[in-house]
């Protein structure tokens, strides 16, 4: 099985190693080990962002909890989190730091909260490497980017019941303005009828003069 190693600094650049043993598949005879040195960050680059600090970016630790790639500030990067300098850094929070003391225990979750640099959301999960957990991960997306884009959704929701509204009311126009020249068709052929009948009453009353007469 392959093996991950926690990380560790070499020229000035955090690593983890990574090496595979190299197995005979006939007679399982163990032949060797292959291995790879690899920058942290570029290996966690991979799965997600670890230098834009104004989008969603990842914080990844190892089992003791030393940072091994993280989107905010490179210098944190070898420090461990429980360690004074990022202390210093994140102003000893309280809720950050439960929450990866919690990380660091095996467990997912998530918070909100803020130690000077803008309040933040954070969703964590433990990666399982052969079934046990190897690295933890963080992943930190700043609150003006969620009410950003919660926003975006909430004015293009609006357009469309503006758009509904609209043309609710112009079929509502349409229909009233209808009606109107509907009414005033009845209107005018009520009043025809009836000047017809009021003529018709005028030449059956003049006929019956003329009968009485005869």
């Keep these: 099985m392959p093996v991950f190693s926690d990380g560790f600094e070499r020229q000035g650049i955090y690593r983890i190693f990574i090496s595979f043993p190299i197995i005979n598949r006939q007679t399982q005879e163990f032949l ?33 909890g030393t940072i091994l790639a993280n989107g905010i500030i ?77 926003n975006n959704q909430l004015f293009t929701e609006r357009a469309k019941m503006f758009l509904l509204l609209a043309g609710t009311i112009a079929v509502i126009g349409v229909l009233i303005i209808f009606l109107i020249k509907w009414n005033h068709t009845l209107d005018n052929e009520v009043k025809r009828r009836t000047s017809e009948l009021n003529e018709s009453n005028i030449q059956l009353a003049g006929a019956n003069e003329r009968l009485k007469i005869t």
């Design 32 to 64: 060797g080990i292959v291995g790879a040195s690899i920058p942290s960050e570029s290996f966690f680059a991979h799965y997600g962002n670890v230098e834009h600090i104004g989008s969603n970016f990842l914080v990844t630790y190892n089992k003791g």
């Design 74 to 150: 490179k210098s944190l990067v070898g420090q461990n989190f429980f360690g004074d300098y990022t202390q210093r850094f994140i102003n000893h929070n309280t809720i950050l730091n439960n929450l990866t003391r919690n990380l660091l225990a095996g467990n997912s979750g998530s918070a909100v909260y803020d130690y000077g640099q803008g309040e933040r959301l954070t969703t964590q999960y433990p990666v399982f490497v052969n079934g046990i957990p190897t690295y933890f991960i963080q992943l930190v997306q700043p609150s003006s980017q969620i009410y950003s884009e919660i």
